[in-house]
């Protein structure tokens, strides 16, 4: 006689085989690839919007995967990001209002003095950044000579104490990358800001390809890569994905990939975009962990619009960096003690920080070099 057991055995299987095939969505295929194969730089722009477009649980999960995986996955590392020369700025970004083309009321500024920088720098560490990045409201270092050799004066103060160095000064030439890693600079950021499609309609006074040489230039002296974009220019979803696409398959990854979300400044031309929602930096945050395991997913700009379980879903899903700081240049951001707050609610831990392979400095190739030279 026929067991219920064994009657019902094959739709048991039936019903297994259903349910392990409607829960394989892109995410978890390719979340379980990377765990299994690690990096790589041969995404499909369409394996990246299946990913992307994953039922937003499965992202947020399988990103979580992946992250605990390549990270420790409660390490949060605290950056600062100070201004040293704000506004005045010849570029025409329609999100920035540091832009000259713009009236949104804020006056140009001089390069702060070493004094100032030092201070600030001193005043994050004591809050616990292990980070600092310097940004100057320029298209391009050429012909800024001496206020260049300034920074490079700052780079090597602040790294004298410990903590990692990070610089956004524009376009640079491939020399001056050079001696910025000589005096010690850890990171460089140059955000691509969106896809290349849709790059024109934001900014016009400098090309994708410049971006991207400027990119090369950091990679080939050295220095930590730090590059991402921001959602909420007007861009639509296929953008994001191209975005990270390109990012994805770079030569090598950027360490870091800052994902912000626009905070709409009144008088520049994306003043009454809608503000970013949670699930859209999610999405971003969620991807860029699974198509880009091993780099610093920073959760940067916008924030401050976030709920403290709203951030929380963002560490889940991939993040682990965050900007500390009354401002990150020149908008508002997260205010200190409710950092702290977080921090302890979440269980999280500060990062220690970390620097590129001190083997690999330009300056000592250059030494290992004339020995050789002087052994010929």
């Not at 026929?2 to 892109?26: D, G, K």
């Not at 490079?152 to 990358?177: F, N, S």
């Not at 269980?347 to 330009?362: A, C, D, I, M, R």
Request: hydrophobic share 35%.
């Amino acid at each position: 006689m026929l067991s219920i057991r064994s009657i019902l055995r094959p739709q048991l299987r039936s019903s297994s085989s259903f349910l392990h095939f409607s829960s394989s969505s892109a995410a978890a295929i390719q979340a379980e690839r990377t765990v299994k194969d690690g990096p790589r730089n041969d995404w499909t722009r369409d394996e990246i919007k299946a990913v992307y477009d994953s039922p937003i649980l499965d992202l947020l999960f399988h990103g979580a995967q992946v992250h605990r995986h390549a990270h420790n996955f409660r390490e949060v590392q605290q950056c600062t990001l100070l201004s040293i020369k704000t506004g005045g700025c010849s570029e025409d970004c329609s999100y920035c209002p540091q832009s000259s083309r713009y009236d949104t009321g804020l006056k140009a500024q001089k390069l702060m003095n070493k004094d100032a920088v030092l201070g600030a720098a001193k005043k994050a560490k004591e809050a616990g950044s292990t980070r600092f990045c310097m940004g100057a409201a320029w298209r391009e270092t050429v012909g800024r000579k001496t206020n260049f050799n300034q920074i490079l004066e700052y780079v090597k103060e602040i790294r004298g104490m410990g903590m990692e160095v990070c610089c956004t000064l524009g376009m640079i030439e491939k020399h001056q990358a050079v001696e910025l890693k000589k005096a010690g600079l850890t990171a460089y950021n140059h955000n691509l800001d969106t896809s290349r499609e849709y790059y024109p309609n934001i900014i016009t006074t400098r090309t994708y390809d410049d971006r991207l040489q400027t990119l090369q230039y950091v990679r080939d002296a050295g220095i930590n890569v730090c590059s991402g974009g921001i959602i909420g220019l007007g861009e639509a979803e296929e953008d994001r994905v191209g975005l990270l696409h390109t990012l994805a398959t770079l030569p090598t990854h950027p360490e870091s990939v800052p994902i912000n979300a626009l905070i709409a400044v009144k008088g520049t031309p994306l003043q009454d975009q809608k503000p970013v929602e949670i699930w859209e930096m999610i999405r971003m945050i969620s991807t860029a962990r699974i198509v880009m395991p091993k780099a610093m997913v920073r959760l940067s700009a916008g924030r401050v619009r976030f709920s403290m379980p709203e951030q929380a879903l963002c560490f889940l899903a991939g993040a682990n960096s965050i900007f500390t700081g009354e401002k990150l240049l020149t908008t508002p951001n997260n205010d200190f003690d409710a950092d702290q707050l977080m921090f302890k609610l979440l269980g999280l831990t500060p990062k220690s920080p970390s620097f590129p392979q001190e083997s690999s400095t330009v300056e000592e190739s250059e030494a290992c070099q004339e020995a050789a030279s002087g052994a010929a």
